[in-house]
């Protein structure tokens, strides 16, 4: 049986999929509330982890242990890394790595984590192809298949942006993905991140951020109901 975790980093990000849901039931672990239930007919716990990696890893883990989901969604926004993706256009992960991690004095190469057998997890290709799918069906024609980078940091300046492109090659960059990526790679979980973008990651990200966060945070939302649908 499916029970797909759904991960969501703020509020703005959860409250839709919360108000679609059905026969709710609230469980708290690390003060993080849990929320078992009905998602477009599918089996979910959604849960809003809070911001950064440690938070995604924490409440990953908990969804692996506690709630037993077998697949795991990242649902949120991000910045744009590539000139071709607008505010509102979606990413669905390839892969994830951080842009942050950095033992390069040791001879890893910048976003390698000693110990894990790869620089960037892999998503599942069959969400992959469910989530393409589904954020094509919510706003056509603007969905980018690639990878997302992952860092401690709100990214708003170019410089900082520009060493993250060369870093990783990623499309998007946000805060919690390749955290979720990683934990679900360990526990042997199909993951897939889905992000509509809210802002270009440069001098007019803190501008563009307030004004777009909504509108992306809630396309992004539909995008997952349709994915749920997908996965029943
Ligand atoms: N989430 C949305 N926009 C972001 C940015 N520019 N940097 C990091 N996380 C983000």
Same mark, same amino acid.
């Given at each position: 049986m499916t029970k797909l975790g759904i991960i969501g980093a703020m509020q703005e990000e959860v409250e839709t999929l919360l108000e679609h849901m059905e026969e709710k039931k609230f469980t708290d672990r690390t003060s993080t509330r849990f929320c078992e239930g009905k998602l477009s007919g599918l089996d979910v716990v959604v849960v809003? @982890?809070?911001?950064?990696k440690v938070n995604a890893a924490i409440c990953t883990q908990i969804l692996c242990d @506690?709630?037993?989901?077998?697949h795991i969604v990242n649902t949120g926004i991000a910045g744009s890394l590539c000139a071709d993706l607008d505010i509102g256009d979606l990413v669905v992960s390839r892969d994830a790595m951080y842009h942050d991690f950095d033992c390069h004095a040791f001879g890893y190469p910048v976003g390698k984590v000693p110990g894990m057998d790869t620089v960037a997890f892999p998503a599942d290709e069959r969400m992959m192809q469910l989530a393409v799918e589904a954020a094509e069906a919510v706003n056509p024609g603007h969905t980018k298949l690639g990878r997302v980078a992952s860092g401690d940091q709100f990214v708003a300046n170019p410089e900082l942006k520009d060493r993250i492109i060369e870093i990783t090659g990623a499309l998007c960059t946000e805060m919690e993905g390749a955290a979720i990526a990683q934990t679900a790679y360990r526990n042997g979980i199909p993951f897939v991140i889905l992000r509509a973008i809210s802002d270009k990651a440069d001098h007019s990200a803190d501008m563009d951020y307030p004004t777009f966060e909504r509108i992306a945070a809630h396309r992004c939302a539909s995008v997952t109901m349709h994915l749920a649908a997908a996965l029943l």
């Open positions: 809003q @982890c809070g911001i950064g @506690c709630f037993g989901v077998t």
